[in-house]
């Protein structure tokens, strides 16, 4: 079975630019999550996708980031400008909606902002 | 503020030895407990869940407890091997229906010597 998948691995972008982050969960997994890691500091929750339907978007840091799930299948994450600060690893995770609480995650992609 | 803190960023153990990491959180009451290993360039990956009923888990060489009085969980790795050096997360769990929320601590890394 494949486990999650997050594309690309690494992105070096400038200040003001745009990325898309993208995510493909397990199949068959609903749930879907964002999660940050910024440099030295803990990973921390962004954001909750039941298929296409947002649950809990209370961990987006700003209105710069813009989360969807069209079809309730792969997410994208796209953060435009981006800043500085948004330096980090982004991980995404999945898990199946009413099964173990558990969550698998991806290998993560890392943001660099220059 | 909800703060969660493992006990040291670093542990350095024989091999053989039983390593034990420490998870302390305040201003919080999660229904469930989960550790995680991360290994550099990876996501966690799950290893344990805890309930708050639940004094202690164990799953081969691992062991967990939960003690929501003291707001503490320790994590044991018996036995332990150079392949279990990595580091490890605790994140509190908090319930939104039939999916979980994490939150995690900052990570102890472990390193396990011959």
């Known amino acids: 079975e494949a486990g999650v998948t997050q594309f690309p691995s690494h992105s070096v972008i400038e200040k003001g630019q745009t990325v898309t982050l993208r995510c493909d969960p397990i199949s068959g997994h609903d749930n879907l999550y964002w999660y940050r890691r910024v440099m030295g500091k803990e990973i921390k929750f962004l954001l909750h996708?039941?298929?296409?339907?947002?649950?809990?978007e209370s961990g987006m840091p700003n209105n710069r980031f813009l989360a969807e799930r069209t079809g309730g299948t792969y997410s994208t994450l796209k953060v435009q400008p981006a800043e500085l600060e948004d330096s980090g690893v982004y991980f995404c995770?999945?898990?199946?909606?009413?099964?173990?609480?558990?969550?698998?995650f991806g290998p993560g992609t890392r943001l660099t902002v220059t | 503020s909800q703060k969660i803190e493992q006990n040291s960023e670093a542990l350095n153990i024989q091999e053989g030895k039983t390593a034990t990491l420490t998870c302390n959180y305040t201003n919080y009451s999660p229904a469930y407990l989960q550790w995680y290993r991360q290994d550099p360039g990876r996501g966690p990956v799950f290893l344990l869940l805890?309930?708050?009923?639940?004094k202690e888990k164990r799953k081969e060489r691992l062991k967990v407890t939960f003690d929501t009085t003291l707001k503490q969980s320790l994590f044991h790795i018996t036995a332990s091997q150079p392949a279990d050096s990595a580091t490890y997360l605790c994140a509190l769990d908090s319930l939104t229906g039939t999916a979980s929320k994490l939150t995690f601590g900052t990570g102890t890394r472990l390193q396990v010597t011959l």
């Open positions: 805890i309930r708050e009923n639940e």
């Open positions: 996708f039941v298929k296409e339907s947002k649950q809990d």
């Open positions: 995770a999945s898990s199946q909606v009413g099964g173990p609480r558990e969550q698998y």
